[in-house]
C-alpha cells in the first residue's frame, strides 16, 4: 500500500496527451514538492520533473507537472511509442521523522 | 559526467545480511545525499534511507530500521547498504541514487542519478 495514490495503468494512441494523477496529504504533496520519475522496461528510474514542474535538461517539453493541494499531475503531450515505460510520482514526507515516500507507479501504454 | 557504478547481483540465504556498494564519479561525493530505493520484480520503488557523507547523518524508513545500515568511505566515494536478517520478501533490485535537497518553505528532495541496480536474490 503506497502512501501517494496513482492509477495502475493509463494508455493513448501516439500523438494523443495523457495525464496520470498522484495523489498525497498534507504531510507529503500538501507541504512539499513533487518529484516523477520515467523507468523504461528493464531500467533503472530517472528524473522527468522535480519541483512540481521543473524539467532536467534533455526532457522534452512534451514533459510537464503541475501540483495543487495534496495531488499532482504529469502531462505528457504528442504521445510517442518511447514514452511506453512506468511512471512513479514521489515526495517528501513530514510525519515519521520524514522519508521520502512513492506512488505506487503508472504503467502507460502506447496503443 | 556523473556515475554510480553498483556491486554485483548476490544471492544469499535466509537470516544472512548483504552488503551493496555505490562508487560514485563525476561530481564531489560530498556535496550530496546518497539514498537507497528498492523494486521487487513487477513492484513499485521503495525508499529504505539516506546518508549524508558531509555531515555523517543518516535517516532509515521506519520499514527498515534495526535492519538496514548505510555507510561509506569518502577517500574512495563510495557508499554501502548493508541489510541484514534476510529472508524472501528482501528479494529485489537495490538501487542507489544522489540525493539533491532544498529547504525553504517547503521540501524540495529528488534523485537526479540512479546506478544500474543490483539484485539481490534470497531464495525461499
Known amino acids: 500500500q503506497s502512501v501517494l495514490t496513482q492509477p495502475p495503468s493509463a494508455s493513448g494512441t501516439p500523438g494523443q496527451r495523457v495525464t496520470i494523477s498522484c495523489s498525497g496529504s498534507?504531510?507529503?504533496?500538501?507541504?512539499?514538492?513533487v518529484t516523477w520519475y520515467q523507468q523504461l522496461p528493464g531500467t533503472a528510474p530517472k528524473l522527468l520533473i522535480y519541483?512540481?514542474?521543473q524539467r532536467p535538461s534533455g526532457v522534452p517539453d512534451r514533459f510537464s507537472g503541475s501540483k495543487s493541494g495534496t495531488s499532482a499531475s504529469l502531462a505528457i503531450s504528442g504521445l510517442q511509442s518511447e514514452d511506453e515505460a512506468d511512471y512513479y510520482c514521489?515526495?517528501?514526507?513530514?510525519?515519521?521523522?520524514?522519508?521520502?515516500?512513492f506512488g505506487g507507479g503508472t504503467k502507460l501504454t502506447v496503443l | 559526467q556523473v556515475q554510480l557504478v553498483q556491486s554485483g547481483a548476490e544471492v544469499k540465504k535466509p537470516g544472512a545480511s548483504v552488503k551493496v556498494s555505490c562508487k560514485t564519479s563525476?561530481?564531489?561525493?560530498?556535496?550530496?545525499?546518497i539514498n537507497w530505493v528498492r523494486q521487487a520484480s513487477g513492484q513499485g520503488l521503495e525508499w529504505m534511507g539516506w546518508?549524508?557523507?558531509?555531515?555523517?547523518?543518516?535517516g532509515y524508513a521506519q520499514k527498515f530500521q534495526g535492519r538496514v545500515t548505510m555507510t561509506w568511505i569518502t577517500s574512495i566515494s563510495t557508499a554501502y547498504m548493508e541489510l541484514s536478517s534476510l529472508s524472501s520478501e528482501d528479494t529485489a533490485v537495490y538501487y542507489c541514487?544522489?540525493?539533491?535537497?532544498?529547504?525553504?518553505?517547503?521540501?524540495?528532495?529528488?534523485?537526479?542519478?540512479w546506478g544500474l541496480g543490483t539484485l539481490v536474490t534470497v531464495p525461499s
Open positions: 541514487a544522489r540525493g539533491v535537497g532544498n529547504t525553504v518553505v517547503t521540501i524540495e528532495y529528488y534523485f537526479d542519478y
Open positions: 563525476g561530481y564531489n561525493f560530498t556535496s550530496y545525499d
Open positions: 546518508m549524508n557523507p558531509d555531515t555523517g547523518s543518516t
Open positions: 498534507s504531510s507529503n504533496i500538501g507541504s512539499n514538492t
Open positions: 519541483s512540481n514542474n
Open positions: 514521489a515526495a517528501w514526507d513530514d510525519s515519521l521523522s520524514g522519508n521520502v515516500v
